[in-house]
């Protein structure tokens, strides 16, 4: 049978469902380079307004995994399961950092095959590539390799590693594609199918600072993610109507995540989510045989010192420094600017615009306005303040870390318009809102 992209595009477009012949013969097409940017945009498009079947997405997602190689790990002969996390996006999102290197502390095998920047929120690809001489592009024999000799590796998609999904996920980025249920089911799971995981824990954020901004969606992601995928798959649903940590930026999120290895910092909601997302990983992965056996491992492998040393590992074994746990402000990129902005007035943080501040942070120069852009990864704030602290013309509500005085200034009316500040202290937000 025939098929024409454009017809495929329409039959969509008008709220049909596609078969999965028509489904293979488009992903087919964007992976042999016959499908344009224009025609993935097009049907992504109607996807974002049409939406998808269970059924469709299944198969959007299987065509887009087998569209390149499915890592197979039996004859490595690991001692340990294969699991991963993967975060639906947020802003100073860094877990991928400190996850990967607990749980293979632990006793797992972590492959992250991670992205780059999405909309508003900053891609864990963008912040490892802040590390000096951290290759996140290298081939599966060596990705293979460094996962089994070290527990842990975070790399960018390989030009074999469902391509199709590259091209996709470029497109979404550039042509406000990016919220939809379906293509973020078959992005995330594409990739990690083809990853050849035993188990995968998924952090669905719910907020102002994600794609999901309201419960019901978040639910309906983590359900559709769940549903679609075929190895075990658990999903917390997380707050994310505020930055994670105190830090927005890629080289100012990898320092932020080697001081957590190192020394984990009194700062309450990032510990709630570090340890609950790590502890599912090892339920997943059968390393624990219960929430608070998990739990303690995971308190383990940090107090220990086992987590830092595995990152230290992962960042050598990728071509980065011998010493960038000691020194990691020697390595880092530094903004040329760094001044306070300051509260107008006094009280306390009662709400937070994430989705403008992680805008603004584009505006830094810290983010992509089309697929080929560049990224100052120097820019970005550092020690935001969070919900419920208390604030005074006198106290920053953050740090801004920026190229030029025009981006400072300008950065410096951003961010205060994201804070909203009351004279009554309001309740400190719950972390984890779900799990399915």
Excluded at 408 to 427: G, S
Aim: hydrophobic fraction near 40%; aromatic fraction near 4%; glycine fraction near 8%.
């Amino acid at each position: 049978m025939t098929f024409l992209p454009q017809e495929i595009i329409r039959k969509k477009r008008n709220g049909f469902e596609l078969s999965n012949e028509e489904l293979a013969f488009f992903v087919e097409g964007i992976t042999k380079q016959t499908i344009s940017e224009g025609q993935i945009a097009a049907l992504t498009m109607a996807v974002y307004f049409q939406n998808m079947s269970v059924a469709e997405c299944r198969a959007l997602t299987r065509e887009m995994q087998h569209s390149g190689d499915v890592l197979n790990w039996q004859s490595l002969n690991l001692p340990g399961p294969v699991v991963d996390k993967h975060s639906t996006g947020g802003v100073g999102d860094k877990l991928s950092l400190m996850l990967a290197p607990i749980v293979a502390a632990c006793g797992g095998y972590v492959p992250m095959i991670s992205g780059r920047g999405l909309g508003h929120t900053g891609g864990t690809l963008d912040k490892l590539e802040a590390i000096p001489g951290y290759n996140t592009q290298i081939d599966t024999k060596r990705f293979q390799r460094i996962v089994k000799e070290v527990g842990c590796s975070i790399i960018g998609q390989t030009a074999d590693l469902a391509p199709a999904d590259k091209r996709i996920y470029a497109t979404r980025d550039i042509t406000a594609t990016v919220d939809s249920i379906p293509l973020i089911t078959a992005s995330i799971l594409s990739k990690k199918l083809a990853a050849g995981l035993d188990a995968l824990v998924m952090d669905v954020k719910c907020g102002s600072g994600a794609f999901a901004n309201d419960y019901t969606m978040a639910k309906d992601l983590a359900a559709s993610i769940v549903q679609v995928s075929t190895i075990p798959t658990r999903a917390l649903i997380t707050h994310m109507d505020q930055v994670i940590g105190h830090t927005a930026g890629h080289s100012l999120e990898v320092a932020e995540a080697i001081d957590y290895l190192k020394q984990p910092p009194s700062d309450v909601a990032l510990n709630e989510l570090v340890v609950n997302l790590a502890a599912e990983m090892l339920l997943m992965g059968k390393l624990a045989g219960d929430i608070n056996d998990a739990r303690l491992q995971v308190f383990q492998a940090i107090s220990s010192g086992r987590a830092a040393e595995q990152f230290a590992r992962m960042v050598v074994a990728h071509g980065g420094p011998t010493d960038l746990m000691d020194q990691p402000a020697k390595y880092l990129p530094q903004a040329d600017l760094v001044e306070p902005v300051f509260a107008a007035h006094s009280g306390y943080v009662t709400a937070i615009e994430c989705r403008e501040l992680g805008l603004s942070i584009i505006d830094l120069g810290g983010g992509r306005t089309h697929s080929e852009g560049t990224i100052d990864l120097a820019v970005g704030y550092s020690e935001i303040k969070k919900i419920g602290d208390q604030v005074d013309p006198q106290t920053p509500l953050a740090m801004v870390h920026a190229s030029s005085p025009e981006a400072l200034l300008k950065a410096k009316t951003n961010l205060r318009a994201c804070f909203t500040i009351k004279a009554k202290k309001p309740n400190e937000p719950q972390m984890i809102l779900d799990r399915v």
